[in-house]
C-alpha cells in the first residue's frame, strides 16, 4: 500500500545521527543523500522495498510532528523493540507511554515501545507474534 513515508527535520544531521542508529538496527543501511530542485537535503533509508524520508522542509517553514500520527516500525522479536527504545533514547530520542513491553489489544499480544524522534515524530517499535 504505502511507497514511502517522510517526516520533517529542523536539522538534518542530528536526524541522521538519530535514525542511522535506529534504523540501523532494524537492517537498513545508510541512507542516500539528495539535494531537491529547491536545495532542502533530504535522506532516503531502504530496507526490505520500503523507504523512509527526513526531509528539510521544502516551504522553508520549521518542521513539526504530526498530531495523532504515529509511525510504526516492524520488529523482529520482543527483544528487538526493546533495542528500538534503548537505541533512539541513546541517540536523542525521548521515551513516551509505557514502556517497552507487551500490551494486549483486539489482535491479541503486542509487543510495543513508543518513543519521539529530535523534532517530535512518534515512533513506535513493533512486534507481532505469529
Known sequence: MFNHIMVGTNDIERSKRFYDAVLGLLG???PVRNASP???TRLFYRHDGNSFCVSE???GEAACPANGGTIGFK?????QVVQFH?????NGGTSIEEPPGPRDSS?????????RDPDGN???GI????
Open 122 to 124: 512518534k515512533l513506535c
Open 86 to 90: 534503548d537505541v533512539a533514547v541513546a
Open 38 to 40: 529547491s536545495g532542502h
Open 57 to 59: 522542509p521544502i516551504n
Open 28 to 30: 537498513a543501511g545508510q
Open 75 to 79: 520488529c523482529n522479536s520482543p527483544e
Open 107 to 115: 489482535m491479541g499480544t503486542l509487543h510495543l515501545s513508543y518513543v
Open 127 to 130: 512486534y507481532r507474534p505469529k
